[in-house]
């Protein structure tokens, strides 16, 4: 960190589909001149802009002078000096680049649209190795969240995915942060998430749709998460959804952390990974002490902790994801 850049930058360990990450933190107004930029260009000798190679020749003609018009070629322009450009990507012709630079301004506005100044949030950037790939994750005021028990508080979040190669759709979604771990929960209410692939039809201007209506469903989240703190889960019940329902979900190793980790407190791994039997009789080695794990683990808020420990632990920013995504119908597969 510095006083011209308040930021802290470190290479993360998980990957993004094969890419290695970087994780820059700060304050969301210090974040926006680490996000690169890009142009596209026809794939051919010249990789020119595509507007100054129809000024050039008719694009029916483009395979004559060596250029395929079946593709776009995605190049990332200097960040900094003595960068040099760089391709990243092919596209089809019809895709629709969306910049990472639109996708935090527009999340500027509707932060500005819900009167929160971003001298009050705290955000985090993950870039992929070439920037193809951007995750935006910002952390909203205390005010905003709650806590679920004394001590234990959660942080309301909007994140943001989008990728200019095409690797992944545009994404914006509310969430939650606990604070004490870091784990991350999405309750996903109806329409409090937004997806779409790279094309005309992509309205980035419902980013604000996404977190008005995320912060008008918090006091319905908040009552969720509290009525899981109250509702006792017996060793027996969390066995049988352990041994079953999780067990199909996430698989076998993966039920068997969560059954030790909801029980003690602890990360395992197994003295035999080729061990037959239920995740629940499998030989385990304790190993770390699971951060802000929530003993004793008789509720089904603890065991949602479980999940996410265990979803935030994937070595992959589209795993980490996708199995966040999967805890509510998890729970309520155990509420059953």
């Known amino acids: 960190m510095n006083a011209t850049t308040p930021v802290s930058i470190t290479k993360d360990s ?13 304050k969301m107004g210090d974040l926006k001149q680490h996000i690169p930029v890009f142009e596209r260009r026809m794939f051919g000798p010249a990789l020119l802009p595509v507007e100054q190679l129809k000024e050039s020749f008719d694009l ?31 596209v089809s ?23 929160v100044d971003i ?29 679920v028990k004394v001590g234990d508080r959660l942080a309301f979040t909007l994140e943001c995915y989008n990728s200019i190669d095409g690797s992944m759709k ?44 995320g912060i008008a469903t918090t006091t319905r989240e908040q009552a969720i998460f509290k009525q899981w703190m109250r509702t006792k889960v017996s060793e027996e019940k969390l066995k049988k959804w352990v041994n079953k329902q ?24 197994f ?18 002490t699971v951060p802000g794990a929530v003993l004793p683990g008789d509720n089904v808020y603890a065991v949602s902790q ?12 589209q795993e980490q994801l996708e199995w966040k995504q999967q805890i509510p119908e998890l729970i309520d597969k155990l509420n059953k």
């Open 14 to 26: 998980t990957k993004w589909l094969s890419s290695p990450a970087t994780v820059i933190k700060g």
């Open 60 to 90: 029916n003609s483009a395979k004559s002078h060596g250029f395929n018009p079946l593709y776009d070629v995605i190049v990332r322009k200097p960040l900094v000096e003595g960068e040099v450009e760089l391709p990243v990507g092919l």
């Open 93 to 115: 012709p019809y895709y629709s680049l969306i910049q990472h630079i639109e996708i935090f301004d527009e999340v500027l506005r509707a932060v500005n649209a819900v009167n």
């Open 119 to 147: 001298a009050d949030i705290d955000a985090e950037l993950l870039l992929t190795g070439y920037g193809e790939r951007m995750r935006l994750c910002l952390k909203f005021p205390n005010n905003f969240g709650f806590e």
């Open 170 to 213: 545009f994404m914006a979604l509310v969430g939650w942060l606990r604070l004490v771990c870091s784990n991350g929960l999405v309750i996903q209410e109806r329409d409090s998430y937004f997806r779409r692939r790279h094309n005309q039809y992509l309205q980035m201007q419902d980013i604000a749709t996404v977190l008005h209506e």
């Open 246 to 269: 999780l067990a199909d979900s996430w698989g076998k190793k993966a039920a068997a952390r969560a059954w030790h980790i909801t029980l003690s407190g602890h990360d395992v791994e």
């Open 271 to 288: 003295a035999d990974p080729f061990q037959k039997g239920a995740p629940t009789e499998k030989d385990v080695i304790p190993t770390v």
């Open 306 to 317: 479980s999940l996410s420990w265990l979803a935030k632990e994937r070595r992959d920013v």
